[in-house]
Antibody, heavy 123, light 111 residues
Framework: EVQLVESGGALVQPGGSLRLSCAASGFNFNTYSMNWVRQAPGKGLEWISYISSSSSSIYYADSVRGRFTISRDSAKNSLYLQLNSLRVEDTAVYYC????????????????WGQGTLVTVSS | QSALTQPASVSGSPGQSITISCTGTSSDVGGYNYVSWYQQHTGKAPKLMIYDVRNRPSGVSNRFSGSKSGNTASLTISELQAEDEADYYCSSYTSSTTLVVFGTGTKVTVL
């Protein structure tokens, strides 16, 4: 069974930093691209970052480029998102999501999602 | 890149069919077949219901079907059931720097 479990969410002050993790199991993590998608309270979904299986291709949404960094560790079957220079508008539940197609070279569609981890940015 | 446009709410009685529209542009929905639909129950993670415009993942009921015409994609839920009450989001690959754009979301209510 495919499982994605996020962790690391917390309350942080504006300008602060945080590192989110996503532990993957039940599939060959090394062969799938992965994504982070977030959802602000009461709002819709927003894709924010993609990393290919080999980490050779990385993409970010304009709203987080330059502040967030995606990475992965195949030995630990884990996906990460480093959040720096956090803003109030970054408050959201952050989901990791598996890319549907193993041959995808960019973010397209997401077949499995974790339960999410809440990041709250507030003073 | 603006979000894809969906109706805020759609409702129907058990056993009826409903259709949710998702309108974009030629740069996203109209230009690619990477249109997907996600179901999200309150407080839960999204679940993939339709991918590549009209394909259902294994385990998804055949009461869910997808289609596309021009810049508008649609999700149809037939034989509506109480368990279908949830928020539904469409998404599409886009040629803009956003890469993936989601819809505004539709709340489905089963009367």
């Amino acid at each position: 069974e495919v499982q994605l479990v996020e962790s690391g969410g917390a309350l942080v002050q504006p300008g602060g930093s945080l590192r989110l993790s996503c532990a993957a199991s039940g599939f060959n993590f090394n062969t799938y691209s992965m994504n982070w998608v977030r959802q602000a309270p009461g709002k819709g979904l927003e894709w924010i970052s993609y990393i290919s299986s080999s980490s050779s291709s990385i993409y970010y949404a304009d709203s987080v480029r330059g502040r967030f960094t995606i990475s992965r560790d195949s030995a630990k079957n884990s996906l990460y998102l480093q959040l720096n220079s956090l803003r109030v508008e970054d408050t959201a539940v952050y989901y990791c999501a598996r890319e549907l197609s193993r041959i995808a070279t960019a973010p397209y569609q997401f077949d499995y999602w974790g339960q999410g981890t809440l990041v709250t940015v507030s003073s | 890149q603006s979000a894809l446009t969906q109706p805020a709410s759609v409702s129907g009685s058990p056993g009826q069919s409903i259709t949710i529209s998702c309108t974009g542009t030629s740069s996203d929905v109209g230009g690619y077949n990477y249109v997907s639909w996600y179901q999200q129950h309150t407080g839960k993670a999204p679940k993939l219901m339709i991918y590549d415009v009209r394909n259902r993942p294994s385990g998804v009921s055949n009461r869910f079907s997808g289609s596309k015409s021009g810049n508008t994609a649609s999700l149809t839920i037939s034989e509506l059931q109480a368990e279908d009450e949830a928020d539904y989001y469409c998404s599409s690959y886009t040629s803009s720097t956003t890469l993936v754009v989601f819809g505004t979301g539709t709340k489905v209510t089963v009367l």
